[in-house]
């Protein structure tokens, strides 16, 4: 290991310059040259699209690893990792199943220790499987011939493995909606149903299933039928509309989904089977059933458009815990906790609940999110105060709860306070302190609430409300020493009265006689005042979406803008706006006597503008020119950042040498990056002086920087190349590893 160098010593040894050219490296960090790209980012509080099916698995049967939950639906990514359709949950992370699937997942079972997946998909990982697939433990594997059109249900019964759906044929084997697997094809259970198979159960060692049919061959089945052996037989009157849900309580039959009559009882929409007749479960639901199961011994339900989930007590149903906001269409039993999927919004209930994206846990006590990460989209970017600042629709951010507003160190987020109660879209620094704006409520009174201060230690409203309950802060701004907030000011009966106000230190005030609709931006360009948005008519002066107020009066930009303008920035001392206008550019430029486009960005619609490295970039909902929703200018062309986002941007900032985008994306350069990403210079692992190469420099860096490094780790060490908050023998031989 070499050893520690003694920098007072006299004498210019070899290790003596390699210290000065260390510091030097160190001292020129931030001056490299390394080419950019997205930087890694973080995940997803849940799943970024909906959960359709829950099961646990054993991925090595006897072997020594765990259970896990499988979660099947339309979604791209899972918490931190791409999952396509398909992923796991081991109590801590996710992880996806090989390449997933090419179409949605709408059925999980577990059959002889094989993961059984069905649903739209005609290929998994790149197989052709036709609607079902099972999981060999590396590589997604066909059924048979599988079958010609959609999977809805699977289960076990008999040790047999049961698919049910909308399906007709298994290659050349007509298979009507329901079908048994011999272990090598797919077989016909008698004449199957006449219409789709949404559900299935084992009830007294029959098989039952649920569905819209009416008819399996001549026998009149409404809407459900157990299997006799041989044939599918009716359970009394059925029901008048879609099973969607069976189980099995006490020997008893609950099916759930869109009915309100079982065999000619009112029973909205959940009913019993007792082995002879249909009976009511108490008042049932307002909004159909979508999914069913008995959890502690405790009938639970899941709804569409609910805010519980709903047990059974005997009696009535009752709400289990604080609340679950949105369609919950499956659950299963894991690690001790029941967990539901579905199109989930939120848990806990208003104020104090947290957002959550899809899938959360019921842990006893209270509905929970599941895993760590940001659970909703960002709106605005800006610096305060050395950090990043973050505002939007979200209540956690990384790792951390942090409602509507989040601020970013470099390492890590931490939350602004206790945060604001409803969407913050505008943010800005005056006197010192964090302004945000958008739209909220006061606490206490119920009143709306548009802007609010923070102190550096508690959030207070700056004034009266701007406008009725529809009201909403979209921008803000200094000028003059006062704060300028725009955006769609209403009266309550919905009437706009404003769409710009500035705050006299005590109270809002108009800006000259105001502008007639929303304004969506606000800029400082050559000592005036530039505001954006929807309006026409700045007092009795024509404007057309775009105006500037010097501090006096209103006047125009020539003839104006095309449409709204969503985004204004200075480039190169010029004014642009950025929107959906139509013509050749969604980005036009202010000569000084008349707009000019920039380039032929023509695509949908840009939301926000930046300068980041001397260069004007854009993001938005465009896909143009090889850019996907984001894009920068060149002097002569737009050019695309790497493969972009995979949905829009909405907000753009640059903190700490890196171009900070937020939106309501996925990924960035192909990677998870929820909602919030960051494109800059990426160096090789160990290239300390960011040159684009790794070597003698890099070396004198790491010898400079031996030993423990300096508070706080890692943020001071570059040269600790393993993290471990030393630079030792380990980091030379990284270093030397990528050498070149």
Not at 93 to 121: D, H, K, R, Y
Not at 197 to 219: E, H
Not at 533 to 545: C, E, R, S, W
């Amino acid at each position: 290991m070499p050893p520690p160098v003694d920098v007072n010593r006299r004498g210019t040894t070899l290790a003596g310059t390699l210290v000065i050219l260390g510091y030097l490296v160190v001292a020129s960090h931030a001056n490299g040259q390394c080419p950019c790209d997205w930087l890694a980012g973080q995940g997803a509080r849940g799943v970024v699209g909906l959960v359709h099916a829950t099961t646990t698995w054993d991925p090595d049967g006897a072997g020594p690893a765990t259970d896990v939950l499988v979660a099947g639906g339309t979604f791209k990514a899972a918490g931190e990792v791409l999952a396509d359709r398909i992923a796991t949950w081991n109590g801590s992370e996710w992880q996806p199943l090989g390449g997933g699937m090419a179409g949605n997942v709408n059925a999980l079972t577990v059959w002889n220790g094989q993961l059984i997946a069905g649903g739209v998909f005609n290929t998994a990982d790149g197989v052709t499987v036709n609607r079902i697939a099972a999981w060999d433990g590396s590589h997604w594997q066909p059924l048979g011939d599988g079958f010609n059109s959609t999977v809805h249900v699977l289960t076990v019964f008999d040790g047999t493995l049961i698919a049910g759906g909308e399906f007709t044929m298994s290659g050349a084997t007509g298979v009507n909606r329901v079908a048994e697997w011999d272990g090598s094809h797919w077989q016909p259970l008698d004449d199957g149903f006449d219409r789709m198979v949404r559900a299935l159960t084992v009830r007294d060692d029959q098989l039952i299933a649920g569905g819209s049919f009416t008819a399996s061959g001549a026998t009149g089945v409404s809407k459900i039928a157990r299997w006799d052996g041989l044939h599918w037989q009716p359970l009394a009157g059925g029901v008048i509309s879609t099973v969607n849900a069976l189980v099995v309580l006490d020997g008893q039959l609950i099916a759930g989904g869109e009915f309100i009559v079982a065999d000619g009882m009112m029973a909205r929409p959940v009913a019993r089977w007792d082995g002879v007749s249909w009976q009511p479960l108490g008042d049932g639901f307002m909004t159909d059933v979508l999914a069913l199961t008995v959890h502690a011994g405790q009938l639970i339900a899941g709804c569409e458009d609910c805010l519980d989930v709903n047990f059974w007590d005997g009696a009535e149903w009752q709400p289990l815990g604080n609340g679950v906001d949105g369609d919950v269409r499956t659950f299963t039993p894991y690690g001790g906790e029941l967990f539901a999927g579905g199109r989930i919004f939120r848990v806990g209930g208003e104020p104090a609940g947290r957002q959550v994206m899809n899938i959360a846990r019921w842990q006893g006590s209270a509905w929970e999110p599941v895993g760590n990460g940001w659970d909703a989209h960002v709106l605005e970017l800006a610096q305060y105060n050395g950090l990043l600042v973050a505002g939007g629709f979200f209540t956690s951010a990384g790792d951390v709860n942090a409602d509507r507003v989040a601020s970013w160190d470099g390492l890590s987020w931490s939350p602004v306070g206790s945060g604001l109660n409803d969407f913050v879209a505008a943010l800005t620094v005056f006197d010192g302190d964090l302004i945000a704006g958008g739209r909220g409520f006061d606490p206490a009174t119920g009143d709306p609430t548009f802007v609010a201060r923070w102190d550096g230690s508690r959030w207070q409203t700056l004034g009266s409300p701007l406008g009725g309950q529809l009201s909403s802060v979209l921008a803000l701004a200094v000028f003059d020493a006062q704060i300028i907030a725009g955006g769609v000011f209403l009266n309550d009966p919905g009437v706009v009265v404003g769409g710009l106000a500035r705050w006299d230190g005590a109270a809002w005030q108009p800006l000259g006689d105001g502008l007639d609709q929303a304004v969506n931006v606000i800029v400082i360009h050559e000592g005036q005042l530039v505001a954006g948005g929807a309006f026409t008519n700045a007092g009795a002066v024509q404007v057309n979406g775009v105006a500037g107020w010097d501090g006096a009066e209103w006047h125009p930009f020539g003839d104006g803008l095309p449409s709204q303008a969503h985004a204004l920035t200075v480039f190169k001392g010029d004014l642009v706006a950025a929107g959906q206008f139509p013509g050749t550019s969604r980005v036009l430029r202010w000569d000084g006597t008349q707009w000019q486009p920039v380039g032929d960005l023509d695509s949908n619609i840009v939301w926000a503008l930046a300068v980041y490295e001397g260069q004007l970039f854009a993001t938005g909902g465009f896909v143009d020119n090889g850019a996907s929703m984001i894009a920068r200018w060149d002097g002569s062309q737009w050019q695309p950042l790497g493969s972009g986002l995979d949905l829009g941007g909405r907000a753009l900032a640059v903190h700490d040498g890196y171009l900070n985008v937020g939106g309501i994306f996925t990924t960035a350069g192909g990677k998870v990056s929820m909602s919030w990403a960051r494109w800059g210079p990426v160096c090789a692992v160990g290239d300390l002086d960011q040159d684009g190469t790794v070597g003698p420099l890099d070396f004198a860096a790491l010898i400079a920087a031996w030993g423990a490094c300096p508070e706080p780790c890692p943020a001071s060490c570059a040269a600790d190349l393993d993290g471990d908050c030393q630079v030792g023998i380990t980091d030379f031989l990284i270093l030397l590893a990528n050498w070149g």
